[in-house]
């Protein structure tokens, strides 16, 4: 006797509570559910990671960190209410899965995206954008809201039962906890929780760097997410690092034309100023790393190394109201 075949779905999986849903609904009715996730210097798979660990679902994790950048410095259908460009984030993601689907076979790609639930990203139209831009919207299925969209493919060729898809929409979250009740899901992130790019800080600070070097590469944006971060008059980039992890990671990571300051004060922050060997550049950065440093105002020596070589220079400390204008 022929068995029917499984139908294979790749699905967006991030962590939130929609994603393990629409995993669940799927498997519900027998398709066999890989997830996806990805990575960025703005966001992780640990999270996707333990929600496949709770589904018992095999999870593959795709780095996308050159090309999500590109897109995010012109992302074509504009940013959210921080530097989140959420439409072209998702379009990127699901033409990734098709693309995956295409070359490994599966029949279904699929996301917990849910009609109305977000008025930027998840609106009709989005949603319609978002398929249409990701070359995939023949097979882009999103079980939580199907039977409110028009049936796809799979629904049509009797690949995935549309009548046990479902009909949620809207910001309301209380369908979806009485389904995670169902499924048996106990933990799951906030949605957008653990992107930094829905951060207001440092998206405040992403910009700034845009604004500044357009040309901007993954490691300037890494660079982000440690230390404080000052401007110059110059242009120079001034990053004090706040704790002991943070001065060995400024330490490891102080690139070519880069100067290291330290100060002999120990426990003491590291200052790493880039863009710049001007010397009033040098001097007003050693001048932030004594006044971090915290001598009680006196002059503090430190040592400067730039491409693995040393000198030494004594500083006064700025006052904080002096050097406060260059915070990003
Ligand atoms: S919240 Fe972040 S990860 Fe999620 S779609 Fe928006 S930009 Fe992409």
Do not use: W
Request: net charge negative; proline share 5%.
């Amino acid at each position: 006797m022929n068995e029917k075949r499984k139908t294979r779905a790749i699905s967006l999986l991030s962590g939130g509570l929609d994603s393990l849903l629409a995993i669940c609904v799927l498997r519900e009715q027998g398709v066999s559910v890989t997830g996806l996730t990805f990575t960025t210097p703005f966001f992780g798979s640990k999270h996707a990671e333990a929600a496949a660990v709770q589904l018992d679902c095999e999870v593959m994790i795709l780095d996308i960190t050159d090309e999500h950048l590109e897109m995010l410095k012109r992302p074509p259908h504009g940013y959210g209410k921080c530097m989140n460009p959420c439409i072209d984030c998702h379009a990127m993601m699901i033409e990734k899965a098709g693309e995956i689907a295409k070359r490994d076979g599966y029949d279904v790609v699929a996301t917990g995206e849910v009609l109305g639930e977000r008025p930027m990203s998840q609106n009709r139209q989005s949603l319609d954008t978002v398929a249409k831009d990701s070359g995939c919207a023949d097979i882009l299925l999103r079980p939580l809201s199907a039977k409110l969209l028009e049936p796809t493919r799979p629904e049509i060729e009797g690949l995935v039962d549309r009548e046990r898809l479902l009909d949620i929409q809207g910001r309301s979250r209380k369908p979806q906890m009485e389904l995670a009740k169902k499924y048996g899901i106990k933990s799951y992130v906030q949605p957008a929780g653990g992107c930094l790019l829905t951060d207001p800080a440092f998206s405040a600070r992403l910009k700034e760097l845009l604004d500044h070097n357009p040309g901007a590469v993954a490691d300037d944006v890494r660079m982000l997410r440690l230390g404080r971060h000052f401007r110059l008059k110059s242009g120079a980039k001034v990053v004090v690092g706040r704790n002991e992890k943070e001065n060995d990671a400024l330490t490891e990571r102080v690139g070519e034309n880069g100067i290291l300051i330290t100060s002999d004060i120990t426990p003491g922050p590291v200052v790493y100023l880039m863009d710049s060997a001007a010397g009033s550049d040098v001097d007003m950065a050693a001048r932030i790393c004594a006044s971090y440093a915290d001598n009680g105002g006196n002059e503090i020596d430190m040592e400067l190394s730039m491409n693995g070589e040393r000198s030494r220079i004594r500083s006064t400390p700025v006052t904080r109201d002096e050097f406060v204008e260059f915070r990003i």
